[in-house]
């Protein structure tokens, strides 16, 4: 079983910053990918920032400039996020692309944290 717990949510004023940490347990032969996602009220969920093992990292045009993804080992990624604004406030999700043990090298499936909240206020 594999499991994705995230941290570091909370409340902000605007132009302060936040430090999003997720970590992935349990029976993984390899991570892929893992990446951040977010959801405002009434909108879809969107890419935010990702980073392919090995590869470099991509982000969304909203928030290149002021957030920084980061993986350290294999399992864990990390967001920063720097000059938030109000319209940054979302349940931030983690997402991971990865091979379970015991599953062929061609295997991949997409595992999510429970995601959590980060609010800026003007």
């Known amino acids: 079983q594999v499991q994705l717990v995230e941290s570091g949510g909370g409340l902000v004023q605007a132009g302060g910053s936040l430090r999003l940490s997720c970590v992935a347990s349990g029976s993984i032969s390899r991570v892929n990918s893992m990446a951040w996602y977010r959801q405002a009220p009434g909108k879809q969920r969107e890419l935010v920032a990702g980073i392919i093992t090995g590869g470099y990292p991509n982000y969304a045009d909203s928030v290149k400039g002021r957030f920084t993804i980061s993986r350290e080992k294999a399992n864990m990624v990390y967001l920063q996020m720097d000059s938030l604004k109000p319209e940054d406030t979302a349940v931030y999700y983690c997402?991971?692309?990865?091979?379970?043990?015991?599953?062929?090298?061609?295997?991949?499936?997409?595992?999510w944290g429970q995601g959590t909240q980060v609010t800026v206020s003007s």
């Open positions: 997402n991971a692309a990865l091979r379970p043990l015991g599953w062929g090298v061609r295997a991949q499936f997409d595992y």
